[in-house]
């Protein structure tokens, strides 16, 4: 049978977007965010708060769960990541509010932001435009800029290091630009291993797509790959327009690990992606290796997908870009293309056109 996957004139045809090409460039958003980060001056205000809240949608939000999880051996105060409209009670003057929006003009996002201004706390942004950036330019606020065009969801090197460098500059964590390099290498590495012109039986991105196809994808991971796990539900959603969970170690094996029982007609349509890092927890990977026991007594297809790479910021990195290939090839195998999110478009243009204060 013809494998669409290994005919690059399809695969272009699909990619009408782009997207295949723009997962390597997670590499150099990473070590141009980081670098662009060195020259943000902080006032005194917005340097060592008591905790940061990162306000953000989707794929502009993810970066503060990486950020978190990855660096959480480091950070020196609690990080909180607000998806929603209300800014939390305990954010106050002591609070280092970050508003991250690729489009600058998220509603949940600019309404939280109006909150944490009007309640005193110290404000920065993260953006490329829109209401956000053009509030951050008229208020004087700290901002930084995701590099060049491209989707949200394909700026997550930008949204990484734009942040961590932010959050360096105000003295909460201490990162160096080597790792940054690091990330970018991994990427590099993955995207040599992943790309178009890999055939598949050397391609684990494209193998990984194949195995997913018609089927319901769920990714299991612990610790700092947490956020990975579920940056790939998310680049399934929106790449793959498939439906897709994550779930977290070792909190999957208290519930998770119960739920795979039933509907037994989902069994053979189930498949579940473990990412597993060296740096694992022994009992987290022993509670993975339990887990896999249970999946293979219900015949649940299931891998274990090794993640390499020289400290945790270039082992995120290159399971996000396996990830993101895999989704962009699953995409394909569905027949689509995967850069427009006609469903989020549309959500936005409806409550655009709707009272704002209406409730359904
Ligand atoms: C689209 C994507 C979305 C957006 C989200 C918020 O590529 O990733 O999840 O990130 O709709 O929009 P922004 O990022 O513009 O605030």
């Known amino acids: 049978m013809a494998n669409v996957l290994d005919d690059r004139a399809a695969i272009a045809r ?116 829109g209401p956000l950036m053009a509030a951050a330019r008229k208020g004087a606020l700290p901002h ?15 949204g990484v290091a734009l942040l961590a460098g932010l959050l360096d500059r105000a003295g909460s964590l201490a990162v160096s630009g080597e790792e940054f390099a690091e990330a970018s290498a991994s990427v590099h590495e993955m995207a040599s291993r992943c790309g178009p012109s890999v055939p598949t039986e050397q391609n684990p991105a494209k193998q990984l797509a194949w195995s997913l196809v018609d089927r319901l994808p769920v990714v299991e991971a612990g610790g700092f790959l947490g956020p990975v796990a579920r940056r790939w539900k998310t680049q399934l959603n929106e790449n793959a327009k498939t439906v897709a969970a994550w779930e977290e170690l070792p909190e999957a094996t208290h519930n998770a690990v119960v739920g795979y029982a039933q509907p037994e007609t989902l069994h053979e349509r189930t498949f579940v992606v ?48 396996l990830g993101d290939f895999t989704s962009v090839y699953l995409a394909i195998l569905y027949g689509l293309d995967p850069t427009p999110v006609a469903a989020i478009t549309y959500v936005k243009e409806r409550l655009a056109m709707a009272d704002p204060d209406a409730v359904d």
């Open 14 to 129: 699909y990619d009408g977007g782009g997207m295949l090409e723009a997962i390597p460039r997670l590499a150099e958003q990473l070590a141009d965010g980081w670098a662009r980060s060195r020259s943000l001056e902080l006032p005194a205000s917005h340097r060592d708060p008591d905790s940061v809240t990162v306000l953000g949608m989707g794929g502009s939000a993810i970066g503060a769960d990486l950020v978190r999880a990855i660096f959480s051996d480091r950070l020196r105060v609690p990080l909180v990541t607000v998806r929603d409209y209300d800014l939390p009670a305990h954010a106050g003057p002591r609070t280092l509010i970050v508003a991250a929006s690729h489009s600058g003009a998220t509603e949940e996002t600019l309404s939280a932001l109006a909150q944490a201004i009007s309640r005193g706390c110290p404000v920065a942004a993260i953006g490329t435009g």
């Open 144 to 158: 930084l800029e995701y590099a060049g065009e491209a989707q949200p969801r394909a700026s997550v090197g930008s």
């Open 274 to 321: 473990f990412l597993a890092s060296p740096d694992d927890h022994p009992r987290v990977a022993l509670r993975r290796s339990l887990s896999i026991d249970l999946l293979a007594e219900r015949q649940i297809g299931h891998e274990v997908v090794a993640v390499g790479g020289r400290g945790r910021l270039a082992q995120a990195f290159s399971a996000i870009a």
